[in-house]
C-alpha cells in the first residue's frame, strides 16, 4: 500500500511571545492552554489544529493521553493538523492536512457564535475509518456548513490502529489499572474534557454537549456511552451505522490478558521486538510498515477491547445491567450498507439459499421466510439487507434496543433509504456505508462530480434540522418537520425512514432482528 508523507510536528504555527497584528478581535480565543488565532469560513469561525492533549510520541506511546503544553503569544489554528498514522486505504478518504504524524492528538472548532456569552448547543463529532484510518481534515464532513445552523461543531483526531488499540502484558503491567489498549477511545474522552473546559471561550454550553460519529465513529459513541470514564462529558448521543461489543462476532470481547498475548507476537512476528521498550524504539513508520504485514488486513485486529478500565465490561453487558450514561440517543443505518451487487456475482437465489445453509443450519427455512428469496430481484434485495445486518445494522440496533430497555432517557431510530446520484468514483450504489456523512453535514461541494439534485438538498436540510433540533433538546422534531416519534414498544418501534417523503412508521423488520438476536446469541 502506498505510503503517505510523514511530518514531524502537529499543530498550527506558534508565534511565541508575538502579537498577531491585523487580527479581527473576534478571530482570537483563549484557551486554558493559551491564545488561538483562527480564520473565518464564509460566516463561521473555524478554529483548526488545536492540540487537546501531549504528543504521544516516544515514552507516551501506549499511554493514556497526558495534558497539552502551555503556550505563550498567539498559536496559529488556521490549519488542520496532521492526521494519525495509517495507510492507504480508502481512495474517496480526501484528506486537507498535510500529511500524517504520531503526534496528532488536535482538534477543531467551527463557531457562529460572535462572541462567549451565547451558549449555543455543542456537537463533537467522531470520525469512523474502522478505528485505523481516517481523520478530521476529510472533506466530506467539514464543520462550517453545519455550524451555521447555530451550533457549534468540534471534532478531534484519535490514535487508530495499532497506536490506539494495541494490547500486550508490559502494557498491562506498567498500567496503575493493570489495563491496556483502547488508547483511542481514551483520546476521544480527553478530547471530551477539552471541550467542556473550554468550549465556553468559542460560545458553545458546555452543559449542552452532544457526541456524534458514523461507523467507527459510531461505535466510538457507543463505547463512550458504555465508559463509566465518559459519565458527565456529554449530554446527547447520534451514532449513524455502528456500535462496539453488540455484534454477532463477539469483536472486543476476548479476555485481556488473551488479547494481549496475541498481539504481543503478532507484532513480535513482524517487528522482532519483544518488549514494550523495543517497540517504542522503533520509528512510527517502521511500526506502522510492520502492522501492515500482520496476518488480518487494515489492522483490524487492533481494535477495541474489554480494558477493565475505559470498558469494565462488554458494551452489551453494560447497558444489559442499566450502567451505561443514560442520555437521549438518535441512531439508525443506511438501506444499502454492502452497497448494491456490482459486477459477476453468483444467481441471487442460490446465494441466499447457500447462506441459508450454511449460516443459519437448522434455522434456514426460518432465514429464508424472513429473507425472502424467490425470485432473483427479490433474492437481491434480501441479499442486500442480510448484508447490510451482518456488516453493522444488526449492532445498531442491538445497541438501540438496549438503551431501549434499560435507560430512562428517551431513544430515536432512523433508516436512511435516500441513494446518491453516485459515489465518489461515479457508480450507483443504492444507499451505501457513510452516504449519509454527505446530508448530515451538508458538504455537497467536497464532492463536484456528483450530479446532486435540489432533492438532495432538500434532505439534507431536513435530516440537519433534525438532528440540530437533537443537540438543543434531546427531541428531533421541530416546525415544518415530519412528525418522528421516540422508539417504544408502546408506539409500535417506530423508524423514522429518512428520504424524499421522510416518514416514520413501524419498523418494517423487526422480526428480522429479533431472529438474529436469538440465532445468534447461542
Not at 13 to 23: E, S, T
Not at 285 to 292: G, M, N, P, T, V
Not at 485 to 497: E, N
Amino acid at each position: 500500500m502506498k505510503l503517505p508523507q510523514v511530518i514531524a510536528v502537529c499543530g498550527g504555527i506558534l508565534l511565541a511571545g508575538v502579537a498577531v497584528h491585523g487580527a479581527e478581535p473576534s478571530l482570537q480565543v483563549t484557551t486554558k492552554a493559551g491564545l488561538v488565532q483562527g480564520k473565518f469560513q464564509g460566516n463561521v469561525r473555524a478554529f483548526l489544529g488545536i492540540p487537546y492533549a501531549a504528543p504521544p510520541v516516544g515514552a507516551l506511546r501506549w499511554q493514556p493521553p497526558q495534558p497539552a503544553a502551555k503556550w505563550d503569544g498567539v498559536r496559529m489554528a488556521t490549519e488542520f493538523g496532521p492526521r494519525p498514522m495509517q495507510v492507504v486505504v480508502w481512495k474517496d478518504y480526501v484528506f486537507r492536512d498535510a500529511g500524517y504524524s504520531e503526534d496528532c492528538l488536535t482538534l477543531n472548532v467551527w463557531t457562529p457564535a460572535k462572541n462567549a456569552t451565547e451558549k449555543l448547543p455543542v456537537m463533537v463529532w467522531i470520525h469512523g475509518g474502522g478505528l485505523f484510518a481516517g481523520g478530521t481534515s476529510q472533506q466530506n464532513f467539514d464543520g462550517a456548513h453545519l455550524a451555521g445552523r447555530s451550533v457549534v461543531v468540534v471534532s478531534m483526531n484519535y490514535r487508530l490502529g495499532v497506536f490506539g488499540y494495541m494490547t500486550h502484558p508490559d502494557l498491562i503491567a506498567e498500567s496503575p489499572q493493570n489495563a491496556a489498549g483502547n488508547y483511542g477511545f481514551l483520546d476521544q474522552l480527553a478530547a471530551l474534557r477539552w471541550v467542556q473546559g473550554n468550549i465556553a471561550a468559542f460560545g458553545g454550553d458546555p452543559g449542552n454537549i452532544t457526541l456524534f460519529g458514523e461507523s467507527a465513529g459510531s461505535a466510538s459513541v457507543s463505547a463512550q456511552m458504555a465508559s463509566p470514564l465518559a459519565k458527565g462529558y456529554f449530554h446527547k448521543a447520534i451514532g449513524e451505522s455502528g456500535a462496539t461489543g453488540f455484534t454477532s462476532d463477539g469483536l472486543g470481547q476476548k479476555p485481556l490478558a488473551s488479547r494481549a498475548a496475541e498481539d504481543a507476537a503478532t507484532l513480535f512476528n513482524v517487528t522482532g521486538a519483544h518488549t514494550i521498550a523495543e517497540l517504542r524504539a522503533l520509528p512510527a513508520l517502521a511500526l506502522l510498515e510492520a502492522a501492515e504485514k500482520a496476518p488480518n488486513p487494515m489492522g483490524i485486529r487492533f481494535g477495541a477491547v474489554v480494558d477493565g478500565y475505559f470498558l469494565p465490561k462488554t458494551a452489551a453487558a453494560i447497558f444489559a445491567a442499566g450502567e451505561q450514561n443514560d442520555v437521549p440517543l438518535l441512531a439508525g443505518w443506511n438501506r444499502d450498507e454492502r452497497g448494491l451487487a456490482l459486477g459477476p456475482t453468483p444467481p441471487p437465489i442460490e446465494a441466499m439459499q447457500k447462506t441459508a445453509r450454511e449460516a443459519f443450519g437448522e434455522n434456514a427455512a426460518e432465514f429464508l421466510r424472513l429473507y425472502p428469496s424467490a425470485t432473483p430481484e427479490q433474492a437481491a434485495r434480501s441479499g442486500a439487507e442480510f448484508a447490510a445486518d451482518r456488516f453493522i445494522a444488526f449492532g445498531t440496533w442491538a445497541w438501540l434496543e438496549a438503551q431501549a430497555k434499560t435507560g430512562r432517557s428517551s431513544v430515536y431510530r432512523y433508516r436512511f433509504e435516500r441513494a446518491p446520484p453516485t459515489d465518489f468514483f461515479g457508480v450507483a450504489r443504492g444507499s451505501y456505508h457513510s452516504a449519509d456523512i454527505l446530508y448530515v453535514f451538508g458538504s455537497f461541494d467536497a464532492q463536484p462530480q456528483v450530479p446532486w439534485t435540489p432533492t438532495d438538498r432538500e434532505i439534507s436540510d431536513r435530516i440537519q434540522s433534525y438532528w440540530t433540533n437533537f443537540a438543543r433538546s434531546g427531541n428531533p422534531n421541530g416546525p415544518g418537520l415530519p412528525l418522528w416519534p421516540a422508539y417504544a414498544a408502546k408506539g409500535d418501534w417506530p423508524v423514522m425512514y429518512l428520504d424524499t417523503q421522510s416518514a416514520a412508521h413501524a419498523d418494517d423488520f423487526r422480526a428480522r432482528d429479533l431472529f438474529l438476536e436469538r440465532v445468534w446469541k447461542k
